[in-house]
């Protein structure tokens, strides 16, 4: 019985595992990520970006943030 839990325990820690590396993988880079979020406002302008940010599901300094990123230089942006 216990080692029916050890296993189970540990192919649900395998699981666990594979999910991140798969985010890990798809995860946007985060100058595209902040792209789309400015094409958002920019196709929005009836809206705040208090407003916009609430209706994509996070908080407006998240949105202030990733929209800054673009603010950078281009340099850094291509590096990045």
Request: hydrophobic content about 40%.
């Given at each position: 019985m216990e080692i029916?839990?050890?296993r189970n325990d540990q192919l649900r820690d395998w699981i666990r595992a594979d999910r991140?590396?798969?985010?890990?993988?798809?995860?946007?880079n985060?100058?595209?990520?902040a792209k789309v979020y400015a094409e958002v406002v920019r196709h929005n302008p009836h809206m705040t970006k208090t407003q916009t940010a609430e209706q994509l599901g996070f908080s407006r300094i998240h949105l202030y943030r990733m929209?800054?990123?673009?603010?950078?230089a281009p340099e850094i942006l291509?590096?990045?």
């Amino acid at each position: 019985m216990e080692i029916e839990s050890s296993r189970n325990d540990q192919l649900r820690d395998w699981i666990r595992a594979d999910r991140k590396i798969q985010h890990l993988r798809t995860k946007p880079n985060i100058v595209d990520e902040a792209k789309v979020y400015a094409e958002v406002v920019r196709h929005n302008p009836h809206m705040t970006k208090t407003q916009t940010a609430e209706q994509l599901g996070f908080s407006r300094i998240h949105l202030y943030r990733m929209l800054n990123i673009l603010n950078l230089a281009p340099e850094i942006l291509n590096f990045i």
